[in-house]
């Protein structure tokens, strides 16, 4: 069944994609609000720095991340980032090419 951002009743959104046969947690999420700076949201898989605590990489990007006019900026934050406030979340595959080529540089 090919990926849809149109959720059918029973149907979850995948937590992970495949970068070079191997698994990279992630949640995408889409704001759907067209023109919006910051439309997409990619939350990763958290990892502990000494002397710190959690540290949660997060991607934030607009429908063209490499044009000079364009948004895709990376993050980190202390909690996971999740809630409505993000948008929906979406599989990697109905995303905008610019923007899976942003996620795949960036992992």
Do not use: W
Not at 15 to 31: E, H, M, P, Q, S
């Amino acid at each position: 069944m090919p990926f849809s951002s149109k959720r059918s009743k029973g149907y979850r959104v995948k937590n992970t994609i495949l970068v070079d046969g191997k698994r990279k947690v992630c949640r995408i999420f889409d704001t759907g609000a067209k023109g919006s700076v910051d439309r997409y949201t990619i939350a990763f898989k958290g990892f502990r720095v000494s002397g710190f605590g959690m540290v949660y990489p997060y991607l934030a990007s607009d429908n063209t991340p490499f044009h000079p006019q364009g948004f895709g900026q990376h993050g980190e934050n202390p909690v996971f980032l999740t809630g409505r406030h993000l948008g929906k979340r979406v599989c990697f595959d109905v995303l905008p090419l610019q923007v899976q080529q942003f996620i795949l540089g960036n992992i």
